[in-house]
């Protein structure tokens, strides 16, 4: 792991593992679906799954280059985002989605959960909290389960050196290895923050001292 992985690691992979292990429960060969599967949260999902032991794991990404940046961090296939949902139903929906965008995507994530599946909620980039209907909880037994490890970790002292220790072998075999987008120095941050801001990020932008 380079300096630069190093310091894209503590809040994306240890969220994503927060997220698909402790609060997603993700049992062995289960499909996990990621959105904005090119950022910094949606690579470390992809990995930690296949880490963890998912079968399938497909990217929802906005673009094909993205597309490609997310099958390069591990997933076994992408979809577009513009009718992801029957994409994603006609391979016969999956186990988990992991959403950190929220907005107009969020229905139609629920939609592509299996009977009993999970969508983890991990934040709104799409800048729209979505609401929930709750008959389609109910008709379906699906859940729709809160992800905030900085809240749940921070009071429990300790918890971080067991995440660590969960996901250290993960990072001597190289099954985690955080994608970097770009590095800026700090004179130069304003133009890491402007490839946030427009999307252009395709993994994980670090700033160096």
Request: hydrophobic residues 45%; contains cysteine; charged residues 20%.
């Amino acid at each position: 792991v380079t300096f630069e992985q190093g310091a894209a690691l503590p809040m994306n992979y240890l969220t994503a593992y927060f997220a698909l292990v402790e609060r997603g429960n993700l049992q062995p060969g289960e499909s996990v679906l990621v959105q904005g599967a090119a950022g910094g949260v949606g690579t470390a999902s992809i990995q930690m799954a296949k880490a963890f032991g998912a079968g399938t794991v497909i990217a929802v990404t906005s673009t094909d280059e993205k597309g490609a940046v997310a099958v390069a961090a591990g997933a076994d296939e992408y979809v577009l985002v513009e009718g992801f949902k029957d994409a994603v139903k006609s391979r016969g929906g999956v186990d988990l989605v992991v959403d950190p965008v929220g907005g107009d995507r969020f229905t139609d994530s629920l939609r592509c959960l299996k009977e009993e599946g999970r969508l983890l909620v991990i934040g709104f980039t799409a800048g729209q909290i979505p609401e929930v209907k709750v008959n389609r909880l109910l008709l379906n037994n699906i859940s729709v389960v809160g992800v905030a490890w900085g809240e749940y970790a921070f009071k429990r002292p300790g918890h971080l050196q067991v995440e660590w220790a969960a996901i250290l072998p993960h990072l001597e075999s190289g099954a985690l290895a955080p994608p970097i987008s770009s590095t800026h120095s700090l004179d130069d941050a304003a133009a890491g923050l402007l490839e946030l801001d427009e999307r252009r990020a395709l993994g994980k932008v670090v700033l160096l001292p």
